[in-house]
C-alpha cells in the first residue's frame, strides 16, 4: 500500500495562504492521480481538488466550486510531492486536509471512494 505523509497545515487569519505537501511512496508516481479532501467533524469529507494524468499527456486539475480560483494543485514528481497551495483562505475553509492517492485517472477522481490511499491528515484553521 502506498504511505502518504502530509505536512503544512496550521493556523492563519483569514486572507491568509497556506501550503500543503504530501510526500508518497508510489514508484510510478507520475503517473499516480493525487487529490485532496477535507473533513469537519460531523459532516462527509469532501473533495478539494485532484491531479491526475490525461491521454493527452499533460495533468488535468479538478476543483470544488468552492475552492476554484484561490486553491491550486501541483505536483513534484521528481519529489513524489503533491502541494495545494490555498490562498484568501476562509473561515470556512477550517478542517482537517487529507492528501489521497489512487489509480483512477478519469474526473470519477472526484469522489473519495476511488481513493485507496490516505496521509494521516493535517488541520487547517483559519480564524476571522
Known amino acids: 500500500q502506498v504511505q502518504l505523509v502530509e505536512s503544512g497545515g496550521g493556523l492563519v487569519q483569514a486572507g491568509g495562504s497556506l501550503r500543503l505537501s504530501c510526500v508518497a511512496s508510489?514508484?510510478?508516481?507520475?503517473?499516480?492521480?493525487m487529490g485532496w479532501f477535507r473533513q469537519v467533524p460531523g459532516k462527509e469529507r469532501e473533495f478539494v481538488a485532484a491531479s491526475r494524468w490525461s491521454p493527452s499527456r499533460t495533468y488535468l486539475r479538478d476543483y470544488a466550486d468552492s475552492v476554484k480560483d484561490r486553491f491550486t494543485i501541483s505536483r513534484d514528481n521528481a519529489k513524489r510531492t503533491a502541494y495545494l497551495q490555498m490562498n484568501s483562505l476562509k473561515p470556512e475553509d477550517t478542517a482537517i486536509y487529507y492528501c489521497?492517492?489512487?489509480?483512477?485517472?478519469?474526473?470519477?477522481?472526484?469522489?473519495?471512494?476511488?481513493?485507496?490511499?490516505w496521509g494521516q491528515g493535517t488541520q487547517v484553521t483559519v480564524s476571522s
Open positions: 489521497a492517492g489512487t489509480a483512477v485517472t478519469a474526473e470519477a477522481a472526484r469522489y473519495s471512494m476511488h481513493y485507496d490511499s
Open positions: 508510489r514508484r510510478d508516481f507520475d503517473l499516480y492521480t
